[in-house]
């Protein structure tokens, strides 16, 4: 058994960033509100739950507002100490860079843009049984073509780390969440770009060291794509991804203190409407994220969307799975579809653009 007040929990920050770029100016996106808190907030609830005291966040990008937000980690019952990366190291990079901070012989380390409800002590006993040197979270999806796949045999031990393939031998991907000994972190070079999944992983194994696969069938999502972030913040709102964090009753939507909601507007979906938005009568909001301060038009349909902060979506507008940046202001009448990605700033005139295919 681990004692999880003996275990460093290392959070890499970050790789949210160029997928959702187009998103937002205001903030890194680990930071974006999700079901109206930091995403980064929902990892570290979970953290705290599972018993976890000491956190180390390595990040390069932004630091300082991942410090503003969190302090040093006591309103959350954690303590937390900060890593600058000088440039980008990648996974296994980030975490050599980390080894300065930590504390125990045992740290868990996870990817700072999934989503999750791994039972993390559950993770950490699975660790210590099989006296593994690593421990890797293992989830199954529907169609693991579009993963790198992690086979294990019949006592759990990862046998190899493929790369993306139309045929792949195992449902089972990497999860984003790994269990470390702390000499094996020793290994990892230092002061470079090191890839955990490319190169430390293969190294243990052609190595002889001793990884092993945990593999539950928990909430799992990677959040570093749009449509990822808008599913997680709706799955959040609706209970179906789990975070300690929440104390709202889960329902179709959650509406913050300051907006303000039109008669006969419909939020369904797990919507999300921040702080001082404004949507008016009439309007049908599903599964839509619509952060602080924007505004919503008459007869305006957002479905499967995010709104960046302070833009304004003109009345009967249509936007179905798009993103629109911060202060965009888009016309009424407008149709904008799915892949539509609308930078910060940028206004559309009222009826200055659909999809549609009648005239």
């Known amino acids: 058994m681990v004692n999880p007040a003996e275990v460093d929990a290392v959070v890499l920050v970050g790789g949210m960033g160029t997928r959702l770029r187009p998103l937002t100016l205001s903030a890194p996106k680990p930071m974006l509100p999700t079901a109206g808190l930091p995403f980064l907030t929902h990892l570290l609830s979970r953290i705290a739950d599972a018993g976890i005291e000491h956190v180390v966040m390595g990040t390069s990008y932004k630091a300082a507002v991942f410090e503003s937000e969190f302090g040093d980690g ?200 921040g702080r001082g938005a404004e949507v008016a009568g009439g309007a049908r909001l599903d599964g839509a994220v619509i952060f602080d301060g924007v505004t919503v038009g008459a007869g305006a349909v957002i479905e499967r969307s995010i709104i960046g902060f302070g833009a304004r979506i003109g009345p009967r507008a249509l936007i179905r799975d798009g993103v629109i940046g911060d202060g965009a202001d888009i016309g009424a009448r407008c149709e904008l579809l799915r892949g539509a990605r609308v930078w910060p700033g940028i206004t559309i005139p009222d009826g200055g653009i659909r999809f549609s295919t009648d005239v």
């Open 74 to 273: 006591s309103k959350l019952g954690l303590q937390i100490d900060y890593v600058v990366e000088d440039e980008p190291l990648g996974t296994g990079g980030g975490i050599a860079n980390v080894v300065p901070k930590l504390r125990h012989d045992t740290a868990i380390v996870f990817n700072g843009d999934v989503l999750s409800g791994c039972d993390l002590g559950a993770l950490l006993d699975s660790h210590a049984t099989k006296d593994a040197d690593v421990t890797m979270h293992l989830v199954r999806v529907g169609d693991p073509r579009a993963f790198g796949c992690v086979p294990t045999d019949s006592e759990g031990l990862v046998t190899a780390f493929l790369e993306k393939a139309q045929d792949p031998p195992t449902d089972q991907i990497n999860a984003g969440c790994y269990v470390f000994k702390r000499p094996v972190i020793d290994r990892i070079p230092k002061g470079r770009a090191v890839s955990v999944e490319r190169e430390v992983f293969p190294g243990l194994l052609s190595d002889g060291l001793r990884v092993c696969g945990y593999v539950d069938s928990t909430y799992w999502r990677d959040m570093g794509t749009p449509e990822d972030f808008v599913r997680g913040s709706a799955d959040l709102v609706r209970g179906i991804a789990p975070s300690p964090a929440l104390t709202h009753q889960r329902g179709e939507k959650l509406v913050h203190d300051g907006a303000s909601v039109g008669p006969g507007a419909l939020l369904i979906g797990g919507t999300v409407v």
